[in-house]
């Protein structure tokens, strides 16, 4: 299994700001990826962090709306670039990890733009 | 495009029902199926994943099968408990490989009274 962190777990921002979310692995792992989840809605890929290349995004997502980072195999950030109230969702990392490949998430990140 | 759909969108039960939670996709070409439970404010957590080779898997009081040529999938819950209060998601892992990239359905928010 794996155990995901994630800072902050909430926010409010201002129209106009970005916000960084980090997510932390307790275990090396290959895939990470960014999900959003809007209100009242399901849960979408945002993007595939890709270790030491750019990142993999989803059509309808764009790298200069949500820059993410991939370090090192245990810890990644996604920005929520330039916020609208639209921009308010909560933002899940997840990781592939353990034997029968499993699809683990952190606890998200719920933001709020005002 | 791959759709999953989850009937019914809520349920409520006294304590103590077997109860039967409904996942469906449109593409049987899947790579893996995973249940989650997500509770108010919180992350998910991961249920049971079965791979498109298998027909069914158990943990505990919960049991999912899978019938790819039909497209469906279900959660059976036994003796249900207040504690199994919570919305439970179905996502499919589409594809010939395990890309992560998971399509969720919209839930279903089961609310189990005492």
């Known amino acids: 299994s794996a155990v995901i962190s994630q800072k902050p777990s909430r926010d409010i921002c201002q129209r106009g700001t970005s916000l960084t979310i980090q997510c932390q692995v307790d275990?090396?792992?290959?895939?990470m990826f960014w999900y959003r989840q809007q209100p009242g809605q399901s849960l979408t890929l945002i993007a595939t962090a890709n270790q030491g290349s750019e990142a993999t995004y989803e059509s309808g997502f764009v790298i200069d709306k949500f820059p993410i980072s991939r370090p090192n195999l245990t810890f990644s950030t996604l920005t929520v670039s330039n916020m609208s109230p639209e921009d308010s969702s909560i933002y899940l990392c997840?990781?592939?990890?353990?034997?029968?490949?499993?699809?683990?998430f952190g606890p998200g990140t719920r933001l709020l733009v005002l | 495009k791959q759709e999953v759909t989850q009937i019914p969108a809520a349920l409520s039960v006294p304590e103590g029902e077997n109860l039967v939670l409904n996942c469906s996709f449109t593409d049987s070409a899947i790579y893996n199926l995973q249940w989650f439970r997500q509770d108010p404010g919180k992350g998910l957590t991961s249920l049971l994943l079965i791979q498109s080779s298998q027909r069914e898997q158990t943990s505990g009081r919960l049991n999912a099968s899978l019938d790819k040529s039909s497209g469906r999938s279900t959660l059976y819950i036994a003796a249900s408990q207040p504690g199994d209060s919570a919305t439970y998601l179905c996502a499919v892992n589409g594809g010939s490989s395990n890309t992560g990239k998971l399509i969720f359905g919209q839930g279903t928010t089961l609310q189990v009274k005492p």
């Open positions: 997840s990781v592939i990890a353990g034997g029968p490949e499993t699809q683990y």
């Open positions: 275990s090396q792992v290959t895939m």
